[in-house]
């Protein structure tokens, strides 16, 4: 059976950093990108960042320097470490690991 499971949001200030951990199972980890996503209601979807099978990391312009994707192969986890959260970092993360989903957690930053 897959499982996509996000963890790890909160509420925030902005300048504070959190780390968002995807745990995945019955997938062929290795294999995929994995990816985060982040949703405002009414809003699409929009790609966040990205890490290839083999490694290799991407990111939209808006949080190119502040956050970071990694991926642990042996326990098939994909973390987002964001830092400096702005007020427009307020949303519902997702991580998606080849065409599977997670359900999404909240990550709400306000003063």
């Known amino acids: 059976q897959v499982q996509v499971v996000e963890s790890g949001g909160g509420l925030l200030q902005p300048g504070q950093s959190l780390t968002l951990s995807c745990a995945s199972s019955?997938?062929?980890?290795?294999?995929?990108?994995a990816a985060w996503f982040r949703q405002v209601a009414d809003k699409e979807r929009e790609w966040v960042a990205r890490?290839?099978?083999?490694?290799?990391?991407s990111y939209i312009q808006s949080v190119q320097g502040r956050f970071a994707i990694s991926r642990d192969y042996r326990n098939q986890i994909v973390n987002l470490r964001m830092n400096n959260l702005q007020f427009e970092d307020t949303a519902t993360y997702y991580c998606r690991i080849g065409s599977n989903w997670g359900q999404g957690t909240q990550v709400t930053v306000a003063s």
């Open positions: 019955g997938i062929r980890f290795s294999a995929y990108e």
């Open positions: 890490i290839s099978s083999g490694g290799r990391a």
